[in-house]
């Protein structure tokens, strides 16, 4: 299994490829698979923020530990214009876009840890981590 995946995100094509690339690397880790459809989920998410406000980006995929736990990380970053009010963003419903705007906010409640980064003009950067839970191991 590649310990790390880094998929280059410009259109449609490519949050199908983000997203096929975690749900296998998540399956190898042993989540269950109404986890791997959570976690697909939200990288799809993040994948479509990038593609729809910043055009281009990546999704970095990787295995982390951190005690006893494994589990997996996604990074989604682009240089795209930022967010300006990230507490605003990340309230369901609010959309600068076309969206319903639950997509940041969706995420975050599908991954067990989630942390956004964001400078208007220079891009964003969303972390998000699911742990494998016991039962899945």
């Not at 998929?7 to 399956?27: F, H, L, Q, W, Y």
């Not at 055009?55 to 530990?65: A, D, F, N, P, Q």
Request: proline letters at 3%; hydrophobic letters at 35%; a positive charge.
């Amino acid at each position: 299994m590649a310990d790390e995946n880094c998929i280059p995100i410009n259109s449609e094509i490519d949050i199908v490829t983000a997203r096929k690339k975690g749900r296998e690397m998540a399956s190898q880790l042993g989540f269950s698979s109404t986890e791997l459809t959570l976690i697909a989920t939200a990288i799809s998410e993040i994948a479509r923020n990038i593609v729809e406000y910043a055009r281009k980006g990546k999704i970095s995929l990787s295995i982390g530990k951190q005690g006893d736990k494994r589990g997996i990380i996604v990074i989604g970053c682009d240089e795209g214009p930022g967010i300006p009010n990230i507490k605003l963003a990340m309230q369901d419903g609010y959309s600068t876009g076309k969206s319903l705007g639950l997509g940041l906010p969706g995420a975050k409640r599908l991954m067990d840890e989630f942390e956004i980064v964001s400078e208007v003009g220079k891009g964003t950067k969303v972390t998000m981590k699911k742990w494998v839970q016991s039962h899945a191991r």
